[in-house]
């Protein structure tokens, strides 16, 4: 019970810090889904932000709270597309999936020391 107690009053109690958002001097990239209960808090957190750090938002439909976990694949454009910005981020070739023996014999047009990339869908934003 007093476990229940502190967890209510830690989150009852805690302060409010939207205000020193105006501060944050990097830039941002909030991610929230349409179906989240913490969809308005994450559109209030984004307003707060200044706009002159180029913030992003990133509004993802049929998604609650867990986009990593409901729908990675959709994330990872815009997040590749945030970090360009940066002008820090480099691509990394697509994951090398090798084949068995079975399958190499099975197909005559790829040769017995392939190496074949797995078919990746691209996102639908």
């Known amino acids: 019970l007093e476990n229940i107690v502190a967890f209510i009053n830690a989150d009852s109690l805690r302060a409010d ?26 559109i209030d957190l984004y307003s707060a932000l200044p706009s002159e750090n180029q913030n992003a938002l990133l509004e993802l439909h049929n998604i609650a709270i867990l986009a990593t976990e409901e729908k990675p694949q959709v994330l990872a454009q815009p997040i590749e597309l945030f970090f360009k910005g940066f002008g820090i981020f480099l691509p990394l070739p697509p994951p090398a999936v090798k084949i068995n023996r079975d399958q190499l014999l ?16 691209p996102p639908s934003l």
């Open 17 to 42: 810090l939207t205000h020193a958002l105006a501060d944050v001097a990097c830039k941002c990239f909030v991610i929230t889904g349409r179906d989240s209960p913490l969809y308005q808090d994450s």
């Open 106 to 121: 099975s197909r005559s047009h790829v040769t017995q020391n392939a190496i074949m990339t797995p078919d990746v869908e």
